[in-house]
Protein backbone atom coordinates (compact mmCIF):
# COMPACT_ATOMS: atom_id res chain seq x y z
CA UNK A 1 0.00 0.00 0.00
CA UNK A 2 1.29 3.54 -0.96
CA UNK A 3 0.69 5.94 1.97
CA UNK A 4 2.17 8.84 0.67
CA UNK A 5 1.26 11.39 -1.87
CA UNK A 6 3.59 14.16 -2.61
CA UNK A 7 2.93 17.63 -4.06
CA UNK A 8 5.11 19.69 -6.02
CA UNK A 9 4.80 23.25 -5.46
CA UNK A 10 5.54 24.77 -8.52
CA UNK A 11 8.41 27.38 -8.44
CA UNK A 12 8.85 28.47 -12.02
CA UNK A 13 7.00 31.74 -13.17
CA UNK A 14 4.89 31.18 -16.09
CA UNK A 15 2.04 28.49 -17.42
CA UNK A 16 1.79 25.67 -15.67
CA UNK A 17 1.22 22.42 -17.97
CA UNK A 18 0.43 18.73 -16.55
CA UNK A 19 2.99 17.31 -18.68
CA UNK A 20 6.43 17.71 -18.64
CA UNK A 21 6.79 20.04 -22.01
CA UNK A 22 9.44 20.22 -24.87
CA UNK A 23 11.78 23.13 -23.83
CA UNK A 24 12.81 25.68 -26.20
CA UNK A 25 16.25 25.87 -26.95
CA UNK A 26 19.31 28.48 -26.72
CA UNK A 27 22.66 28.43 -28.40
CA UNK A 28 25.57 29.72 -26.87
CA UNK A 29 29.14 29.44 -26.79
CA UNK A 30 28.77 27.52 -29.87
CA UNK A 31 26.34 24.59 -27.46
CA UNK A 32 22.76 23.88 -27.76
CA UNK A 33 21.06 24.56 -24.04
CA UNK A 34 17.88 23.39 -23.32
CA UNK A 35 15.40 26.05 -21.13
CA UNK A 36 12.91 26.10 -19.12
CA UNK A 37 11.50 28.73 -20.46
CA UNK A 38 9.19 29.91 -23.59
CA UNK A 39 10.30 33.79 -23.98
CA UNK A 40 7.91 33.95 -26.56
CA UNK A 41 4.84 33.83 -24.93
CA UNK A 42 6.14 37.08 -23.06
CA UNK A 43 6.02 38.60 -26.85
CA UNK A 44 2.69 37.35 -27.19
CA UNK A 45 1.04 38.93 -24.21
CA UNK A 46 2.70 42.09 -25.55
CA UNK A 47 1.07 42.38 -28.50
CA UNK A 48 -2.33 40.32 -28.02
CA UNK A 49 -1.82 37.79 -29.56
CA UNK A 50 -0.21 34.06 -30.22
CA UNK A 51 -0.90 34.04 -34.10
CA UNK A 52 2.61 32.33 -36.05
CA UNK A 53 1.88 33.35 -39.41
CA UNK A 54 2.20 30.49 -42.06
CA UNK A 55 3.66 28.28 -39.42
CA UNK A 56 2.67 24.34 -39.38
CA UNK A 57 4.11 21.89 -37.15
CA UNK A 58 3.18 18.87 -34.68
CA UNK A 59 2.14 19.68 -31.20
CA UNK A 60 1.04 17.32 -28.12
CA UNK A 61 0.32 16.93 -24.92
CA UNK A 62 4.09 17.43 -23.97
CA UNK A 63 4.14 20.81 -26.18
CA UNK A 64 0.78 22.42 -25.74
CA UNK A 65 2.31 25.94 -26.58
CA UNK A 66 2.51 24.42 -30.03
CA UNK A 67 6.36 25.11 -31.16
CA UNK A 68 9.77 25.74 -30.32
CA UNK A 69 11.96 28.64 -30.35
CA UNK A 70 15.21 28.40 -30.62
CA UNK A 71 17.21 31.22 -29.55
CA UNK A 72 20.88 32.89 -29.72
CA UNK A 73 22.75 34.50 -27.33
CA UNK A 74 25.65 36.52 -28.88
CA UNK A 75 27.56 39.39 -27.54
CA UNK A 76 25.64 39.98 -24.60
CA UNK A 77 22.10 40.05 -26.19
CA UNK A 78 19.85 37.22 -26.97
CA UNK A 79 17.90 37.40 -30.56
CA UNK A 80 15.18 34.58 -31.76
CA UNK A 81 16.54 32.87 -34.84
CA UNK A 82 13.75 30.42 -35.45
CA UNK A 83 10.41 29.19 -34.74
CA UNK A 84 10.09 25.61 -35.86
CA UNK A 85 7.35 22.54 -35.19
CA UNK A 86 7.98 20.35 -31.33
CA UNK A 87 8.16 16.99 -33.39
CA UNK A 88 9.93 16.97 -36.43
CA UNK A 89 9.70 13.29 -36.44
CA UNK A 90 5.69 13.33 -36.79
CA UNK A 91 5.49 15.83 -39.46
CA UNK A 92 4.66 15.41 -42.77
CA UNK A 93 5.03 18.77 -43.84
CA UNK A 94 7.28 21.70 -41.72
CA UNK A 95 6.83 25.38 -42.57
CA UNK A 96 8.34 27.85 -39.70
CA UNK A 97 6.73 30.84 -38.55
CA UNK A 98 7.35 33.92 -41.22
CA UNK A 99 9.46 36.33 -38.88
CA UNK A 100 8.46 39.24 -41.65
CA UNK A 101 4.77 39.26 -41.13
CA UNK A 102 5.17 37.84 -36.93
CA UNK A 103 7.94 40.59 -36.03
CA UNK A 104 8.05 43.43 -39.77
CA UNK A 105 10.71 45.76 -39.21
CA UNK A 106 12.78 44.23 -35.77
CA UNK A 107 13.15 41.29 -38.19
CA UNK A 108 17.13 42.34 -39.43
CA UNK A 109 19.50 39.67 -40.61
CA UNK A 110 17.44 36.49 -40.29
CA UNK A 111 16.64 37.04 -36.62
CA UNK A 112 14.95 39.29 -33.78
CA UNK A 113 16.56 40.68 -31.38
CA UNK A 114 14.35 39.71 -28.11
CA UNK A 115 14.09 43.32 -26.12
CA UNK A 116 11.26 41.95 -24.70
CA UNK A 117 13.40 39.63 -22.05
CA UNK A 118 13.64 40.93 -19.03
CA UNK A 119 13.70 38.19 -16.68
CA UNK A 120 16.45 35.15 -16.02
CA UNK A 121 16.20 32.12 -18.16
CA UNK A 122 16.89 29.07 -16.44
CA UNK A 123 19.38 26.27 -18.26
CA UNK A 124 18.62 22.64 -16.17
CA UNK A 125 21.97 20.04 -16.98
CA UNK A 126 24.09 17.43 -15.08
CA UNK A 127 21.58 14.55 -13.58
CA UNK A 128 18.22 14.09 -13.60
CA UNK A 129 17.43 14.18 -9.77
CA UNK A 130 13.93 13.34 -9.80
CA UNK A 131 11.47 13.73 -12.95
CA UNK A 132 7.76 15.77 -12.12
CA UNK A 133 5.67 15.22 -14.88
CA UNK A 134 4.51 19.06 -15.21
CA UNK A 135 5.55 21.95 -17.30
CA UNK A 136 9.68 22.35 -16.84
CA UNK A 137 9.27 20.98 -13.21
CA UNK A 138 11.89 18.02 -13.20
CA UNK A 139 15.11 18.89 -11.06
CA UNK A 140 18.59 18.44 -11.92
CA UNK A 141 21.74 18.47 -10.35
CA UNK A 142 22.67 22.09 -11.50
CA UNK A 143 20.77 25.02 -13.23
CA UNK A 144 22.88 28.23 -15.32
CA UNK A 145 20.56 31.12 -14.55
CA UNK A 146 20.57 33.55 -18.04
CA UNK A 147 19.39 37.41 -16.35
CA UNK A 148 18.30 39.82 -19.15
CA UNK A 149 17.37 43.10 -19.05
CA UNK A 150 15.68 44.70 -22.44
CA UNK A 151 17.28 41.57 -24.41
CA UNK A 152 21.20 42.19 -22.74
CA UNK A 153 22.41 39.71 -20.20
CA UNK A 154 23.36 41.18 -17.22
CA UNK A 155 24.66 38.04 -15.09
CA UNK A 156 25.03 34.56 -15.23
CA UNK A 157 23.85 32.37 -12.24
CA UNK A 158 25.10 29.25 -11.32
CA UNK A 159 23.03 26.90 -8.64
CA UNK A 160 23.69 23.98 -6.78
CA UNK A 161 21.34 21.43 -6.67
CA UNK A 162 23.17 18.60 -5.22
CA UNK A 163 21.76 18.56 -1.55
CA UNK A 164 18.79 17.46 -2.81
CA UNK A 165 18.17 13.80 -2.05
CA UNK A 166 15.43 10.56 -1.48
CA UNK A 167 14.17 9.64 2.16
CA UNK A 168 13.82 5.16 2.52
CA UNK A 169 10.37 6.56 4.19
CA UNK A 170 8.95 7.91 1.42
CA UNK A 171 10.25 5.19 -1.04
CA UNK A 172 9.51 1.64 0.74
CA UNK A 173 6.11 1.95 2.81
CA UNK A 174 7.23 -1.09 4.90
CA UNK A 175 9.95 0.73 6.37
CA UNK A 176 7.30 3.53 7.15
CA UNK A 177 4.55 1.25 8.90
CA UNK A 178 7.49 -0.52 10.78
CA UNK A 179 8.68 3.10 12.17
CA UNK A 180 4.90 4.05 13.11
CA UNK A 181 4.54 0.64 14.97
CA UNK A 182 7.45 0.57 16.67
CA UNK A 183 7.03 4.55 18.18
CA UNK A 184 3.57 4.67 18.54
CA UNK A 185 2.62 5.35 22.35
CA UNK A 186 0.37 1.79 22.26
CA UNK A 187 -0.29 2.76 25.53
CA UNK A 188 -2.42 6.02 25.05
CA UNK A 189 -4.13 4.58 22.17
CA UNK A 190 -5.32 1.90 24.79
CA UNK A 191 -6.24 4.63 27.25
CA UNK A 192 -8.73 6.72 24.77
CA UNK A 193 -10.49 3.66 23.77
CA UNK A 194 -10.56 4.05 20.04
CA UNK A 195 -13.64 3.06 17.87
CA UNK A 196 -13.89 2.66 14.60
CA UNK A 197 -12.27 5.78 13.93
CA UNK A 198 -8.23 5.30 14.09
CA UNK A 199 -6.63 7.24 11.28
CA UNK A 200 -5.34 10.55 11.26
CA UNK A 201 -4.70 12.55 8.28
CA UNK A 202 -2.06 15.23 8.65
CA UNK A 203 0.31 17.27 5.96
CA UNK A 204 3.61 18.89 6.43
CA UNK A 205 6.50 20.52 4.89
CA UNK A 206 10.61 19.55 4.83
CA UNK A 207 12.65 22.10 6.10
CA UNK A 208 16.20 22.14 5.01
CA UNK A 209 17.29 19.25 7.73
CA UNK A 210 14.90 17.05 6.32
CA UNK A 211 12.72 17.28 9.18
CA UNK A 212 9.10 17.85 8.80
CA UNK A 213 7.71 21.30 9.59
CA UNK A 214 4.94 23.36 9.51
CA UNK A 215 2.63 20.46 10.36
CA UNK A 216 -1.20 20.10 10.51
CA UNK A 217 -4.11 17.96 11.11
CA UNK A 218 -6.03 18.11 8.61
CA UNK A 219 -8.37 15.22 9.98
CA UNK A 220 -8.28 14.72 12.98
CA UNK A 221 -9.29 11.43 15.71
CA UNK A 222 -9.83 13.44 19.06
CA UNK A 223 -6.93 16.06 20.95
CA UNK A 224 -5.01 13.15 22.52
CA UNK A 225 -4.37 11.16 19.24
CA UNK A 226 -3.77 14.18 16.97
CA UNK A 227 -0.92 15.15 19.74
CA UNK A 228 0.58 12.16 19.65
CA UNK A 229 0.50 11.49 15.40
CA UNK A 230 2.45 15.17 15.59
CA UNK A 231 4.62 13.75 18.29
CA UNK A 232 5.72 10.88 15.69
CA UNK A 233 5.80 12.91 12.66
CA UNK A 234 8.10 15.26 14.30
CA UNK A 235 9.94 11.91 15.13
CA UNK A 236 10.71 10.47 11.59
CA UNK A 237 14.73 11.03 11.13
CA UNK A 238 14.67 11.91 7.23
CA UNK A 239 12.78 12.80 4.24
CA UNK A 240 12.52 13.90 0.76
CA UNK A 241 13.96 17.22 0.20
CA UNK A 242 14.96 18.86 -3.14
CA UNK A 243 16.18 21.98 -4.27
CA UNK A 244 15.92 24.53 -7.30
CA UNK A 245 17.53 27.53 -8.15
CA UNK A 246 19.71 26.27 -5.24
CA UNK A 247 17.10 26.45 -2.61
CA UNK A 248 14.93 24.18 -0.47
CA UNK A 249 12.03 23.33 -3.19
CA UNK A 250 9.05 24.33 -1.05
CA UNK A 251 6.87 20.98 -1.27
CA UNK A 252 3.56 19.44 1.12
CA UNK A 253 2.90 15.91 1.98
CA UNK A 254 0.06 14.30 2.60
CA UNK A 255 0.49 11.41 5.54
CA UNK A 256 -2.18 9.23 7.27
CA UNK A 257 -1.51 7.44 10.60
CA UNK A 258 -3.08 4.23 11.46
CA UNK A 259 -3.42 4.47 15.72
CA UNK A 260 -4.63 0.66 15.26
CA UNK A 261 -2.28 -2.17 15.88
CA UNK A 262 -3.25 -4.76 14.19
CA UNK A 263 -3.62 -2.44 10.87
CA UNK A 264 0.74 -2.51 11.04
CA UNK A 265 1.28 -5.88 12.23
CA UNK A 266 -0.34 -7.35 9.23
CA UNK A 267 1.13 -4.90 7.03
CA UNK A 268 4.87 -5.39 7.99
CA UNK A 269 3.86 -9.21 7.52
CA UNK A 270 2.47 -8.45 4.16
CA UNK A 271 5.45 -6.53 3.35
CA UNK A 272 7.63 -9.34 4.40
CA UNK A 273 6.33 -12.38 2.36
CA UNK A 274 3.96 -13.10 5.15
Not at 48 to 76: H, M
Not at 78 to 88: A, G, N, Q, Y
Not at 123 to 147: A, D
Request: aromatic share 14%; proline share 3%.
Amino acid sequence: MKLINAILICLITGQLFGTAQVPDFLIYENDTLSIYSNPLEVYFEQIGSRELPKFKGCSSTACWRGYVGIWELRNDSIFLKEVTTCHKYKCDTIINADFNELFGDRYINNEVFADWISYEIINPHGKQIKYIHQGYESIYEYERGFEFINGKLVKVNNYDNTKSRESIYSKEPNLLHKFFYDNIDWKLVESVKLSDKKRVIATFKIGENEKPIEIEIVRGVNPEIDKEAERIIKLIPEWEVYYKRGKVVKTQWNLPIYFDKEFYEKEIKKENGG
